[in-house]
T-cell receptor, first 110, second 113 residues
């Protein structure tokens, strides 16, 4: 079992729709959770960080964390073509480092 | 524009060359990282420096040698690399503890001939 797993892509949604990205992790002691966006040929860019159970909203983005289920998700409303990218889930755990999932590639079609 | 600056942006080197990658941040961050990223794969952690001391080495081959001269600078010295070392090398920094979000530089795209 991978330490951090993301829903397999690629994922395609129409412009204006809600996009939902999911991530599960195996280390029950994990404390910090991050979502990064990476455009092709570019470096990862932090979108959201979440540390406690529940929802955290920032503009069009909402991160949800459920530590009991070892699950973190990222939703974004009103998807735009410019949101087309690979989204990486990163989990900071007891090993003292962040582990990245393999990423989910999202395409938003006009 | 990012607040973590990496140079050079591109590097082509032969297997017998010695070169260095440089990373600089002026955000006052005390943790700095080197990652290697191959195409369509997530970043793989190589090294972590916390307060200028090497805190994590992910069993990286000795042909990669990190150095942290001060809290703003991070170098990666390269020697006798192999073609499979061709990748995007990313530097990142975070505040003062390793569970803080990381800010990435634009990376150095390295090609080994």
């Amino acid at each position: 079992q991978k330490e951090v797993e993301q829903n397999s892509g690629p994922l395609s949604v129409p412009e204006g729709a809600i996009a939902s990205l999911n991530c599960t992790y195996s280390d029950r002691g994990s404390q910090s959770f991050f979502w990064y966006r990476q455009y092709s040929g570019k470096s990862p860019e932090l979108i959201m960080s979440i540390y406690s159970n529940g929802d955290k909203e920032d503009g069009r983005f909402t991160a949800q964390l459920n530590k009991a289920s070892q699950y973190v998700s990222l939703l974004f409303r009103d998807s735009q073509p410019s949101d087309s990218a690979t989204y990486l889930c990163a989990v900071w755990g007891n090993a003292g480092k962040s582990t990245f999932g393999d990423g989910t590639t999202l395409t938003v079609k006009p | 524009d990012t607040e973590v600056t990496q140079t050079p942006k591109h590097l082509v080197m032969g297997m017998t060359n010695k070169k260095s990658l440089k990373c600089e941040q002026h955000m006052g961050h005390r943790a700095m990282y080197w990652y290697k990223q191959k195409a369509k794969k997530p970043p793989e952690l190589m090294f972590v420096y916390s307060y200028e001391k090497l805190s994590i080495n992910e069993s990286v081959p000795s042909r990669f040698s990190p150095e942290c001269p001060n809290s703003s600078l991070l170098n990666l010295h390269l020697h006798a690399l192999q073609p499979e070392d061709s990748a995007l090398y990313l530097c990142a920094s975070s505040q003062d503890s390793l569970n803080q979000p990381q800010h990435f530089g634009d990376g150095t795209r390295l090609s080994i001939l």
